[in-house]
């Protein structure tokens, strides 16, 4: 039979380092957090891997994803030392350890990027994106030493506003697809990739696993820098709603055909690796293409292990539209390739701010039965919402500059206890970074852990169902036609080794779903947690915001 690896059959749990645990007192987590949450991870959850957001050196700009110092720990999360004992403590409990890699841009106070900017002939000029102002119609000269011209073309930073930022002192533009603190490298340098490779080689000896790499297809940009055409159907997104950004059509800023053969190289890396065990990487992709999104794996299957599967946080939470993007999917992935999904991280809102309290189980259900690796994201698993941050309280540089983007409010302390502090800093902590959720002393690790059918035991029966379940864990996935459009029907199916039905009431209403041609099977599990045993699929009734596994014979 085939081998799956860890990654395959495995869970994710997305840990946003400055918001899991303080253990020193100053109101932001840190490593040694994590090592002490070890038996929540793997007793309580029981999850495979850890996937850590960047917890290096950085100015903070933009809360860690503005790297300057790419092998080394910022002193709030502890030191070397303390990573390799969450590496040496982890493994011994076979949790994986996974980093988050940020090759697109670093941070402006890099040793790399002071050097870059200190003259136009230094050696580490290229490094990054420079180019000359484009000419003014007026050509004149600005007294207050302005750029003699326009940015180089029209792109657009991410976080608002150009992606070009004027450096009066060597009197050229640098480029940010971010912030102006997070100047873009310039990948068409081979400096710059054996650089970055060393790096990923520095944490691949020190014992990771794998990498989360950092919007991962914003590395390769058009060589010729051309304008970006405007969008002609600027409407936003779902879970954003339109913005100047989306003015523009971002087809030369990012994705540029060539980084792929810097992923195959990346994967060359990985796999020199991999003997002793399986490495592994995971790319941050936000692409709703699925041709161009599936590319990602690599025509030979040789690039990334997987690309973030966005899609189910894309589509409105209905049934219909959920099996359709899960249909497009399957449709899409190249044979062999792994799929995955994920319903929320530190960039988004809630899944309870989303869906409400009921539908945050059904979610659960889904995102823990479908076909390919899930990434849970810390406090989902206790319902945490998303905290109205106070504007003067306001930390993130996203919502800073653009108002309504804030992202603060999903990166708000973990809820451990109903103690004062939530249990993530100790009681006597005057300031936590972030303000706690006001509803903490309900949903919390402590109080749900004592009490049955609370998410967290639906989370943890999950959990411990899936790692018995040959079918969920890497069987072929089949949609079922005939259920109410309320409700989302699928089989899970590994050969010989289990069939699993899954069926999941997207509505606040009672749903009778008729299938008779399934037979019998017996519930395992119930999202409300209180019904299991025989069953008839002539009738199956679903009540409100419920979803079921059931065990059909093979
Ligand atoms: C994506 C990260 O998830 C986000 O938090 C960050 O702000 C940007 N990339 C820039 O690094």
């Known amino acids: 039979m085939k081998e799956y690896l860890w990654w ?5 749990y997305q840990i946003y380092p400055r918001s899991f645990k303080d253990t020193t007192g100053n109101g932001v987590g840190d490593l040694a957090g994590v090592i002490e949450q070890l038996d929540y991870l793997t007793e309580t959850l029981d999850v495979d891997a850890i996937w850590l957001s960047p917890f290096y050196p950085s100015p903070m700009a933009d809360f860690g994803y503005d790297v300057s110092d790419y092998t080394d720990i910022h002193p709030l999360f502890g030191d ?8 040496a403590q ?3 409990r076979d949790l994986h350890i996974i980093v988050d890699l940020v090759p697109n841009h670093s941070s402006d106070q890099h040793p790399w990027f002071l050097e870059s900017r200190s003259s136009r002939d230094n050696l580490k000029r290229d490094w990054y994106v420079w180019a000359d102002a484009k000419p003014s119609s007026l050509q004149r000269r600005h007294s207050d030493g302005a750029p003699d011209g326009a940015p180089p073309n029209n792109w657009l930073s991410v976080f608002g506003g150009p992606a070009w930022e004027w450096d009066e002192a060597t009197g050229q533009y640098y ?5 102006k603190e997070q100047p873009d490298l310039n990948w068409r340098n081979p400096a710059v990739k054996a650089a970055m490779f060393d790096v990923v080689r520095f944490w691949l000896e020190r014992g990771v696993d794998g990498f989360r790499i950092d919007v991962a297809h914003y590395i390769m940009k058009d060589p010729d820098m051309r304008d970006n055409p405007p969008n002609p159907n600027a409407q936003g997104s779902l879970l954003r709603r339109p913005r100047e950004y989306d003015t523009l059509l971002h087809l030369h800023d990012k994705g540029h055909p060539d980084v792929h053969g810097v992923f195959r190289e990346f994967r060359q890396l990985l796999d020199g690796y991999s003997a002793e065990r399986p490495r592994f990487s995971v790319g941050e992709i936000h692409i709703f293409d699925w041709q161009k999104w599936a590319s990602y794996y690599g025509e030979e299957l040789d690039e ?8 189910l946080m894309n589509v409105a939470w209905q049934a219909r539209d959920i099996r359709q993007v899960v249909d497009e999917l399957e449709a899409a992935i190249p044979p062999g390739a792994w799929p995955n999904y994920v319903l929320g991280n530190h960039d988004h809102t809630r899944i309870v701010a989303r869906y409400g309290r009921a539908q945050a189980r059904v979610a659960a259900m889904l995102l823990l039965t479908l076909r390919g690796t899930p990434t849970l994201y810390y406090g989902d698993e206790v319902g945490m919402n998303d905290v109205p941050i106070p504007p003067e309280l306001e930390q993130d540089p996203f919502g800073l500059r653009e108002p309504g983007f804030g992202r603060d409010s999903n990166r708000t302390p973990m809820q451990w206890s109903p103690a004062p502090n939530a249990g993530f800093s100790a009681p006597n902590v005057r300031e936590l970074w972030l303000p706690l959720a006001s509803d903490y002393e309900e949903f919390n690790v402590e109080r749900q852990l004592a009490e049955p059918r609370s998410i967290l035991d639906l989370y943890r029966r999950l959990l411990r169902y899936r790692k018995s379940s040959p079918a969920l864990q890497w069987g072929g996935y089949q949609p079922v036609d005939g259920a109410p459009d309320a409700c989302y029907v699928f089989l899970r199916h590994a050969q010989g080794r289990g069939r699993i039905l899954v069926v999941l009431n997207f509505s606040a209403e009672e749903q009778r779903v008729v299938l008779p041609a399934l037979g019998e099977g017996t519930i395992a599990v119930s999202t409300h947690l209180d019904r299991e ?14 979803g079921v596994i059931i065990e059909l014979s093979d």
């Open 175 to 179: 480029l940010h697809s971010f912030l």
């Open 90 to 92: 982890a493994h011994r």
């Open 533 to 546: 045993g025989a069953v008839s699929l002539d009738e199956l009734v679903l009540r409100e915001d419920e």
């Open 80 to 87: 070397l030392a303390i990573f390799d004992e969450l590496v």
């Open 8 to 12: 395959q059959t495995g869970v994710v």
């Open 304 to 311: 990334l292990h997987m690309p973030f599967n966005f899609s």
